[in-house]
C-alpha cells in the first residue's frame, strides 16, 4: 500500500464515522464538533486530490466562518440536550434509514458494476495546474465574472436577513 | 485572448441592461432606506420606477442574442436573450408591479414599521434572481440565480416576524428547499461529471456524441427536476407549500404563486429542452426526450402532472381558510401547466405560455381581493365571508369571476388557457391526459363555487361596509378587466406566446 | 493512485447520512448540519471530478457552493433565532412541519 493509499482510508474512516456521529449525536454541540472534524477531513482529500486552494477555503470559510456561526447560535440559545431519538421504533425513523441505506447501496452498486471501466482512471497530470490559486483566480474573474457578482447579491441578501429576522425589536 | 474575454463581456453588458437596472434599484431603495426611513411612499415609488425602467430597456434590448459573457471555446456563454426569456421577464415584471401596488394598501405590510424598507430591498433581489433564471444556460449561473430567488423568498415568507405562523412558514420553507436546493446541486454534479462541462449546449452536444451509460443520467435528470419541482409546487415536493402561502405576507403569497412558478417553468422548459433534444431528427415531436429515449421521460411527467393536480384538488376541497385553499388550487394550476411540459414541442410550450399569461391576472386578481377583505375583516376563514356579497358587492363580484375564471368556465379568460392547453394535449394524442385534466377542473368547480357559495347565497348579521378607495377600486379594475376581455379577445395573447416559444438555438 | 470511482462512492455515501439526517432528526440546528453535509458531498463529487479532468471549472463551482453555503446557514440560522424569539422551541416537530 501507498502513502497515498493510507492517507485515503485514513481519512474515509474519519469522514465516515464523524458523518455517522453526527447524525446519532444528541448534544448538538459535540454534533458542531464532529461537523468541524468532517470538513477537516474532507479539507484532506482536497489535498490528496491537487486542488490547494478549495483545500484552504474548506478550513477558513466552512470550518472557521460556519461552523462559528453555528456554535454561536447553539450558545445563544442555550438549548438544552434534544429529547429525540429515545424512542427506538419510531415509524419515519426506520423508514428514512431503510431509504438512506438503500440509497447508498444503489450508488454503490451503481458505481461498482454499471461503470466498471470509465470511472478506473486516475488523476490527471493537469490537475495540479488546475488547482492553483494562479488558474483558479484566472477564470474566476475572466469566465465566471457574471456569477461572482451574483454571488456577491446572494451574500448582501444573507446579511439583510440576518438582520431583518434577528434583529431583537422594530423601533 | 485575455483582452478578448473582458472586451466580450464589456460588449454584453450592453445586452444585460435589464438585470443592471435590477441591481441599481436594489442599491438605491437600500442607501434611500437608510435616510427616508419614515416616508410611506417613496420606497414603493422608487421599486416601481426601477420595474418599469428595467421594462422599457427590456423591450429595447435585441430579440435574439446569444453566448453573452463567453469567453473562447471552452466557454460559449452564460446567458442568452431570446423572445421565450422576453415573455417570461415581462410576465415576472408585471407580477412584481402589482405586487408593489397591493403592499401599498396591504395592513400586514404597513404595519411591518420599520423593516418596510428591507421589504422591497428583498422584492427587487427576488426579481433580479428571476431574471438570471429565465434566460441563464450555465448550471452554474443557474444554481447560484436559483439561490437568490431562494433566499429572498425565505426572507420575504417570514417577513411579518412578530406573527408566529410567518416564521413558522418561513422555517418549513427554508428546510424543504435548501434540502431541494442540494439534491439539485447532487443532479449538477454528476451532470458535469458525465460531461465535463456546465454549459447546457455543450452538455446537449456531448450527451448526443458520445456514448454514455443511461443510469446516471437518469438520476441526474430526477435530481434535477425534483429542485425545480421544488419550485413550481410538484406533487412529490408541494408538502411547503400550504403552509408557506398560508404563513406568508398575502402578498408574498401571491407573488410566489405567479412569479417564481413562472421562474421556474421557464427554467424547467429551458434546460430541459436544450439538454435533452436530439438535433437530428427529423420530427419535432419525436426529437424531445431523445437523449434519455430508453426512459419514458414524457409518461413520468404526466403521471406526476396527474399527481399534482389530484393531489392539489382534493386537498383544496377540505379547506376552510381560503388563503390554504388558494394554495391548493395553485398547486392544481401547477399541475395543469405540467401536462403542457409532456409534450415538449412548440404546442405544449405555447399552451403553457398562454396559460401563465392568464394565470397572472386572475390568481392575483382573486389574492388581492382577499387581502382587501381579510384587512377588513381579519380573517381568511370561509365561514366569515357568508353574505358577504351583499355587503360588498364589487369585491363579491369580483372575486366570483376570479375563481369562475380559475376553473375554466366560458366567458372568462381561465376557459381560453385550458382550451389551448388541453387542445395541445389532444393534437399530440395524450387524450387521456386531457381527460384527466378536464375532470380535475370539475371537481376544482366544487370547492370554488363553495365560497361563492358563501357569499351570496347565505344570510348572515355581520356588520361590514368597505370603503374601497380610488386606488384599489383601479388595481381590481386592472385585474378584472383582462380576465374577461381576454375570454372573448384572446387573439394578441395567442400571437404574443406564438412568437415567444422560440428558445435560442431552436 | 486511488481510482475516481472510491471518491464517488464516498461522496454519495456522506450525501446519503446527510439526507438520512435530515429526515430523521427533528432539531433545526441539526437538520441545518446534514444540510451542510449534503453540500459538501456534493463539493467532494465536483472537485474529484474537477482533478480527474484537470478542469478547474469544478472546483470554481466549489467556491461558490461554499459562497452560497455560507449565506443560506445565515438565513436559516436567522430564522431559527427568529422563531425561537417567538415560541421557545426549535423542534421541527412542533412546528408541524408535515402537517398536510
Same mark, same amino acid.
Request: charge should be neutral.
Given at each position: 500500500m501507498t502513502l497515498e493509499q493510507i492517507t485515503f482510508i485514513i481519512l474515509a474512516l474519519i469522514g465516515l464515522t464523524s458523518a455517522l456521529m453526527l447524525i446519532i449525536q444528541k448534544n448538538p454541540v459535540y454534533s458542531v464538533l464532529l461537523l468541524i472534524l468532517h470538513f477537516f477531513a474532507l479539507a484532506g482529500f482536497y489535498l490528496l486530490l491537487n486542488a490547494q486552494f478549495i483545500a484552504v477555503l474548506q478550513i477558513l470559510?466552512?470550518?472557521?466562518?460556519i461552523m462559528v456561526l453555528f456554535v454561536f447560535v447553539i450558545m445563544l440559545l442555550n /438549548?438544552? @440536550?434534544?429529547?429525540? /431519538?429515545?424512542?427506538?421504533? @419510531?415509524l419515519r425513523k426506520i423508514i428514512a434509514s431503510i431509504f438512506g441505506v438503500v440509497l447508498i447501496l444503489q450508488f454503490g452498486v451503481f458505481f461498482f458494476i454499471k461503470a466498471k471501466d470509465d470511472l478506473n482512471v486516475t488523476i490527471s497530470p493537469n490537475s495540479i495546474e488546475a488547482g492553483s490559486i494562479k488558474k483558479i483566480s484566472e477564470v474566476l474573474f475572466s469566465t465566471y465574472l457574471i456569477p461572482f457578482e451574483v454571488t456577491s447579491f446572494i451574500l448582501l441578501v444573507g446579511i439583510i436577513a440576518a438582520i431583518v429576522l434577528a434583529k431583537r425589536k422594530f423601533e | 485572448m485575455e483582452n478578448n474575454s473582458i472586451q466580450n463581456i464589456l460588449e454584453s453588458l450592453n445586452y444585460f441592461t435589464p438585470e443592471l437596472a435590477l441591481m441599481l434599484t436594489f442599491f438605491v431603495l437600500l442607501l434611500v432606506d437608510l435616510f427616508?426611513?419614515? +416616508?410611506?411612499?417613496l420606497l414603493p415609488a422608487i421599486s416601481l420606477v426601477g420595474f418599469i425602467v428595467s421594462g422599457y430597456l427590456l423591450v429595447y434590448t435585441p430579440d435574439v442574442k446569444g453566448f453573452l459573457f463567453s469567453t473562447g471555446m471552452t466557454n460559449i456563454g452564460l446567458y442568452v436573450i431570446d423572445p421565450f426569456s422576453f415573455f417570461f421577464k415581462i410576465l415576472i415584471l408585471l407580477a412584481m408591479i402589482y405586487t408593489i401596488l397591493f403592499s401599498l394598501s396591504s395592513k400586514e405590510i404597513n404595519e411591518a414599521g420599520g423593516n418596510r424598507g428591507e421589504y422591497y430591498v428583498l422584492l427587487s433581489s427576488f426579481a433580479l434572481g428571476m431574471f438570471l433564471l429565465t434566460s441563464t444556460i450555465d448550471l452554474l449561473l443557474m444554481y447560484l440565480s436559483f439561490e437568490l430567488v431562494s433566499l429572498s423568498s425565505y426572507i420575504l415568507a417570514g417577513f411579518?416576524?412578530?406573527?408566529k405562523r410567518s416564521a413558522e412558514a418561513s422555517l418549513k420553507y427554508i428546510i424543504f428547499g435548501a434540502v431541494a436546493s442540494g439534491a439539485m446541486l447532487y443532479g449538477i454534479s454528476i451532470l458535469y461529471g458525465l460531461t465535463?462541462?456546465?454549459n447546457l449546449y455543450l452538455i446537449n452536444f456531448y450527451l448526443s456524441n458520445q456514448n454514455i451509460e443511461s443510469l446516471p443520467l437518469v438520476i441526474a435528470g430526477l435530481l434535477i427536476i425534483g429542485g425545480i419541482g421544488f419550485k413550481i409546487s410538484m406533487a412529490p415536493f408541494h408538502f411547503w407549500t400550504p403552509d408557506v402561502y398560508e404563513g406568508a405576507p398575502i402578498t408574498i403569497t401571491a407573488v410566489l404563486s405567479v412569479a417564481s412558478k413562472a421562474a421556474g417553468f421557464a427554467l424547467l422548459i429551458r434546460s430541459l429542452k436544450i439538454m435533452f433534444?436530439?438535433?437530428?431528427?427529423?420530427?419535432l415531436q419525436s426529437s424531445a426526450w431523445a437523449i434519455l429515449s430508453q426512459f419514458k421521460w414524457n409518461e413520468l411527467i404526466a403521471g406526476l402532472a396527474v399527481l399534482t393536480m389530484t393531489l392539489g384538488n382534493l386537498a383544496a376541497?377540505?379547506? +376552510?381558510?381560503l388563503k390554504r385553499m388558494l394554495a391548493y388550487s395553485s398547486i392544481a394550476h401547477a399541475g395543469y401547466m405540467l401536462t403542457g411540459f409532456v409534450i415538449l414541442d412548440n404546442q405544449g410550450i405555447m399552451a403553457i405560455l398562454i396559460y401563465f399569461f392568464i394565470y397572472l391576472f386572475m390568481n392575483l386578481g382573486a389574492f388581492f381581493v382577499v387581502m382587501l377583505i381579510a384587512d377588513k375583516l381579519g380573517s381568511e376563514e370561509?365561514?366569515?365571508?357568508?353574505?358577504?356579497g351583499y355587503k360588498a358587492p364589487f369585491l363579491g363580484v369580483s372575486l366570483t369571476i376570479f375563481l369562475i375564471s380559475l376553473t375554466g368556465i *366560458? *366567458?372568462?379568460?381561465g376557459f381560453v388557457a385550458k382550451l389551448y392547453l388541453f387542445g395541445a394535449l389532444i393534437k399530440a394524442k395524450w387524450i387521456w391526459l386531457a381527460v384527466i385534466g378536464v375532470l380535475n377542473s370539475v371537481i376544482s368547480l366544487y370547492y370554488y363555487l363553495k365560497v361563492v357559495k358563501n357569499m351570496f347565497l347565505r344570510e348572515s348579521e355581520i356588520e361590514y361596509s368597505h370603503n374601497l378607495g380610488h386606488g384599489n377600486l383601479l388595481i381590481t379594475l386592472s385585474l378584472l378587466i383582462p380576465t374577461l376581455l381576454f375570454g372573448i379577445y384572446f387573439k394578441p395573447i395567442i400571437e404574443f406566446a406564438e412568437q415567444s416559444v422560440r428558445i435560442f438555438g431552436f | 493512485m486511488i481510482p475516481l470511482k472510491y471518491y464517488l462512492i464516498l461522496s454519495a455515501a456522506f450525501f446519503s447520512i446527510g439526507i438520512i439526517g435530515v429526515l430523521t432528526r427533528r432539531n433545526a440546528i441539526i437538520i441545518f448540519m446534514c444540510i451542510e453535509l449534503m453540500l459538501n458531498a456534493v463539493n467532494l463529487t465536483l472537485v474529484s471530478f474537477s482533478s480527474f479532468f484537470g478542469d478547474s471549472s469544478g472546483q470554481i463551482f466549489v467556491f461558490f457552493v461554499m459562497a452560497v453555503a455560507a449565506a443560506e446557514a445565515a438565513v436559516g440560522l436567522a430564522i431559527i433565532i427568529a422563531l425561537f424569539r417567538n415560541?421557545?422551541?426549535?423542534?421541527v416537530d412542533e412546528v408541524n412541519i408535515f402537517k398536510w
Amino acid at each position: 500500500m501507498t502513502l497515498e493509499q493510507i492517507t485515503f482510508i485514513i481519512l474515509a474512516l474519519i469522514g465516515l464515522t464523524s458523518a455517522l456521529m453526527l447524525i446519532i449525536q444528541k448534544n448538538p454541540v459535540y454534533s458542531v464538533l464532529l461537523l468541524i472534524l468532517h470538513f477537516f477531513a474532507l479539507a484532506g482529500f482536497y489535498l490528496l486530490l491537487n486542488a490547494q486552494f478549495i483545500a484552504v477555503l474548506q478550513i477558513l470559510v466552512y470550518a472557521g466562518a460556519i461552523m462559528v456561526l453555528f456554535v454561536f447560535v447553539i450558545m445563544l440559545l442555550n /438549548l438544552s @440536550n434534544e429529547e429525540a /431519538l429515545k424512542d427506538p421504533f @419510531n415509524l419515519r425513523k426506520i423508514i428514512a434509514s431503510i431509504f438512506g441505506v438503500v440509497l447508498i447501496l444503489q450508488f454503490g452498486v451503481f458505481f461498482f458494476i454499471k461503470a466498471k471501466d470509465d470511472l478506473n482512471v486516475t488523476i490527471s497530470p493537469n490537475s495540479i495546474e488546475a488547482g492553483s490559486i494562479k488558474k483558479i483566480s484566472e477564470v474566476l474573474f475572466s469566465t465566471y465574472l457574471i456569477p461572482f457578482e451574483v454571488t456577491s447579491f446572494i451574500l448582501l441578501v444573507g446579511i439583510i436577513a440576518a438582520i431583518v429576522l434577528a434583529k431583537r425589536k422594530f423601533e | 485572448m485575455e483582452n478578448n474575454s473582458i472586451q466580450n463581456i464589456l460588449e454584453s453588458l450592453n445586452y444585460f441592461t435589464p438585470e443592471l437596472a435590477l441591481m441599481l434599484t436594489f442599491f438605491v431603495l437600500l442607501l434611500v432606506d437608510l435616510f427616508f426611513r419614515k +416616508s410611506k411612499y417613496l420606497l414603493p415609488a422608487i421599486s416601481l420606477v426601477g420595474f418599469i425602467v428595467s421594462g422599457y430597456l427590456l423591450v429595447y434590448t435585441p430579440d435574439v442574442k446569444g453566448f453573452l459573457f463567453s469567453t473562447g471555446m471552452t466557454n460559449i456563454g452564460l446567458y442568452v436573450i431570446d423572445p421565450f426569456s422576453f415573455f417570461f421577464k415581462i410576465l415576472i415584471l408585471l407580477a412584481m408591479i402589482y405586487t408593489i401596488l397591493f403592499s401599498l394598501s396591504s395592513k400586514e405590510i404597513n404595519e411591518a414599521g420599520g423593516n418596510r424598507g428591507e421589504y422591497y430591498v428583498l422584492l427587487s433581489s427576488f426579481a433580479l434572481g428571476m431574471f438570471l433564471l429565465t434566460s441563464t444556460i450555465d448550471l452554474l449561473l443557474m444554481y447560484l440565480s436559483f439561490e437568490l430567488v431562494s433566499l429572498s423568498s425565505y426572507i420575504l415568507a417570514g417577513f411579518t416576524r412578530n406573527v408566529k405562523r410567518s416564521a413558522e412558514a418561513s422555517l418549513k420553507y427554508i428546510i424543504f428547499g435548501a434540502v431541494a436546493s442540494g439534491a439539485m446541486l447532487y443532479g449538477i454534479s454528476i451532470l458535469y461529471g458525465l460531461t465535463g462541462t456546465t454549459n447546457l449546449y455543450l452538455i446537449n452536444f456531448y450527451l448526443s456524441n458520445q456514448n454514455i451509460e443511461s443510469l446516471p443520467l437518469v438520476i441526474a435528470g430526477l435530481l434535477i427536476i425534483g429542485g425545480i419541482g421544488f419550485k413550481i409546487s410538484m406533487a412529490p415536493f408541494h408538502f411547503w407549500t400550504p403552509d408557506v402561502y398560508e404563513g406568508a405576507p398575502i402578498t408574498i403569497t401571491a407573488v410566489l404563486s405567479v412569479a417564481s412558478k413562472a421562474a421556474g417553468f421557464a427554467l424547467l422548459i429551458r434546460s430541459l429542452k436544450i439538454m435533452f433534444i436530439d438535433y437530428t431528427a427529423t420530427n419535432l415531436q419525436s426529437s424531445a426526450w431523445a437523449i434519455l429515449s430508453q426512459f419514458k421521460w414524457n409518461e413520468l411527467i404526466a403521471g406526476l402532472a396527474v399527481l399534482t393536480m389530484t393531489l392539489g384538488n382534493l386537498a383544496a376541497l377540505w379547506q +376552510s381558510n381560503l388563503k390554504r385553499m388558494l394554495a391548493y388550487s395553485s398547486i392544481a394550476h401547477a399541475g395543469y401547466m405540467l401536462t403542457g411540459f409532456v409534450i415538449l414541442d412548440n404546442q405544449g410550450i405555447m399552451a403553457i405560455l398562454i396559460y401563465f399569461f392568464i394565470y397572472l391576472f386572475m390568481n392575483l386578481g382573486a389574492f388581492f381581493v382577499v387581502m382587501l377583505i381579510a384587512d377588513k375583516l381579519g380573517s381568511e376563514e370561509m365561514e366569515d365571508y357568508t353574505g358577504l356579497g351583499y355587503k360588498a358587492p364589487f369585491l363579491g363580484v369580483s372575486l366570483t369571476i376570479f375563481l369562475i375564471s380559475l376553473t375554466g368556465i *366560458p *366567458p372568462t379568460a381561465g376557459f381560453v388557457a385550458k382550451l389551448y392547453l388541453f387542445g395541445a394535449l389532444i393534437k399530440a394524442k395524450w387524450i387521456w391526459l386531457a381527460v384527466i385534466g378536464v375532470l380535475n377542473s370539475v371537481i376544482s368547480l366544487y370547492y370554488y363555487l363553495k365560497v361563492v357559495k358563501n357569499m351570496f347565497l347565505r344570510e348572515s348579521e355581520i356588520e361590514y361596509s368597505h370603503n374601497l378607495g380610488h386606488g384599489n377600486l383601479l388595481i381590481t379594475l386592472s385585474l378584472l378587466i383582462p380576465t374577461l376581455l381576454f375570454g372573448i379577445y384572446f387573439k394578441p395573447i395567442i400571437e404574443f406566446a406564438e412568437q415567444s416559444v422560440r428558445i435560442f438555438g431552436f | 493512485m486511488i481510482p475516481l470511482k472510491y471518491y464517488l462512492i464516498l461522496s454519495a455515501a456522506f450525501f446519503s447520512i446527510g439526507i438520512i439526517g435530515v429526515l430523521t432528526r427533528r432539531n433545526a440546528i441539526i437538520i441545518f448540519m446534514c444540510i451542510e453535509l449534503m453540500l459538501n458531498a456534493v463539493n467532494l463529487t465536483l472537485v474529484s471530478f474537477s482533478s480527474f479532468f484537470g478542469d478547474s471549472s469544478g472546483q470554481i463551482f466549489v467556491f461558490f457552493v461554499m459562497a452560497v453555503a455560507a449565506a443560506e446557514a445565515a438565513v436559516g440560522l436567522a430564522i431559527i433565532i427568529a422563531l425561537f424569539r417567538n415560541k421557545l422551541t426549535i423542534n421541527v416537530d412542533e412546528v408541524n412541519i408535515f402537517k398536510w
